[in-house]
């Protein structure tokens, strides 16, 4: 892959202002790749009715689920291509490209027939829209966490770092407020026929805005100084076999966060509505209570981590997590109310940016600047796609199979278990050799 001329010639040009332009930049990309994949989780039981018809209600929620988990098939793809791609053109080329590949699945799914007009072809649309989707989002989060940590000053970098989970915030408000707003003023009718494509739609128009402003961002002076010094690359060769230890235990980091945060910001709506008999729009209240609180909370744990170590901020977020999953849905099923369900969502903003809030900067504190954006997107998309793209799946077929409306919580304590494990062996091997795992 050549690299463009212009990151060439600039290698030497140290960058004189803040940071707060390209973390924008790419704010505004990751806002709407997590938009779009939230979009099709809130309206999964309208999708269900519409592209994947059954007789059984259960076996169309869970065809429309899986569809869903389907896309974090490709994540894995789309990290290695678009990870690999980070490394050798740059942070800029990849962040460009990904926001163009989620704009046209997501126009794919704004205008698809349905199953009633076009048969099998409706649901294979949806289908390929969703792996579009996902292979996108599989290079996001590696070049967008580069990008941002590579502005930012080294002691900043948790802060800086956690607005990748801060915009993923604002993306849940946007989706649940967009979801909240149009169940409440449109008729069951008007939603399954024409309502839900407005939702998709609003991707569409915010688009074009990310990809503008992804154009006018300078790449990161790490970058440069890399493809200055470095004659080959290789960053997956290199990352499978010189960082394997690391790659594992990375996954293995993001294990408990990724599950627990898909469980209650994108699956509660849905749980919400069928387990709780909660209405639509206060379903889609309680994740924007989420969102709000995530957008909010994860800079604050962000800076911590810089403060007082990623892996103490981290691990203490994880143990609460863990212990409270449990009780939070007891809660919920005992006093099925909006307002407990207010509540509770408020309590999970807060965790998940507790948990998710280190996690960036602690991954790039991992893989060297040479293979950080491969590194960065193999990690997270692996574990994103092992642990959390089927976790509505799971979880349904969990609740389904043992007729327990907390099987849910058994599921996060699980995968939190693995975190903390992963956390205690990746600390033993960085202790003494970085100062963020001190």
Not at 45 to 68: C, H, M, R, W, Y
Not at 203 to 226: C, M, N, S, V, W
Not at 287 to 312: K, N, W
Not at 323 to 347: C, D, E, G, K, R
Request: aromatic share 10%; net charge positive; hydrophobic share 50%.
């Amino acid at each position: 892959m050549t690299v463009p001329s212009s990151v060439l010639s600039s290698a030497q040009a140290p960058t004189q202002r803040g940071p707060w332009k390209e973390i924008i930049a790419a704010s505004v990309g990751n806002a709407l790749e997590f938009y779009d994949l939230l979009i099709y989780g809130y309206f999964a039981v309208v999708i269900s009715k519409q592209f994947f018809p059954s007789d059984n209600e259960t076996t169309s929620l869970l065809l429309a689920v899986g569809s869903f988990g389907i896309s974090f098939l490709m994540r894995p793809l789309g990290a290695i291509v678009l990870g690999s791609y980070t490394d050798r053109a740059g942070r800029k080329a990849s962040l460009t490209m990904s926001i163009m590949i989620m704009l046209i699945g997501t126009a794919m799914i704004t205008f698809a027939p349905t199953y009633e007009q076009i048969g099998l072809a409706a649901p294979l649309l949806i289908i390929v829209a969703r792996m579009l989707q996902g292979f996108s989002t599989g290079g996001e989060f590696g070049a967008a966490t580069a990008f941002m940590v590579e502005h930012a000053d080294a002691k900043r970098r948790g802060f800086f770092a956690s607005w990748q989970l801060s915009t993923q915030g604002l993306a849940t408000v946007l989706a649940a407020g967009v979801s909240a707003i149009l169940s409440y003023a449109l008729s069951d009718v008007q939603l399954n026929d024409w309502g839900w494509r407005v939702a998709f739609g609003f991707g569409l128009l915010i688009g074009p805005a990310g990809f503008y402003i992804r154009t006018q961002i300078d790449e990161t002076p790490d970058f440069k100084k890399t493809v200055a010094s470095t004659v080959v690359r290789t960053p997956l060769r290199d990352v499978l076999i010189k960082g394997h230890v690391s790659l594992l235990l990375a996954i293995g980091v993001v294990a408990g966060a990724t599950a627990f945060n898909y469980v209650h910001k994108l699956y509660m709506p849905i749980y919400a509505l069928k387990q709780l008999n909660i209405t639509a729009t206060s379903s889609y209240l309680g994740a924007l209570m989420t969102g709000i609180t995530l957008m909010l909370m994860a800079p604050i744990f962000g800076g911590l981590s810089d403060r007082h170590g990623r892996f103490r901020v981290l691990t203490i977020a994880l143990l609460i997590t863990g212990f409270s999953s449990y009780p939070m849905f007891v809660l919920l099923n005992t006093f099925p109310s909006f307002t407990t369900l207010l509540i509770v969502q408020a309590i999970v903003g807060v965790l998940i940016a507790a948990c998710l809030g280190p996690i960036p900067a602690m991954l790039a504190d991992i893989f060297p600047t040479s293979i950080r954006g491969t590194g960065l997107a193999l990690s997270y998309n692996f574990s994103v796609t092992l642990f959390g793209g089927f976790a509505p799946l799971i979880v349904t077929w969990m609740i389904d199979a043992t007729g327990s409306k907390l099987a849910p919580s058994f599921y996060v304590m699980a995968t939190i278990l693995i975190s903390v494990l992963a956390i205690v062996c990746l600390g033993r091997r960085m202790r003494g050799t970085h100062p963020a795992a001190n």
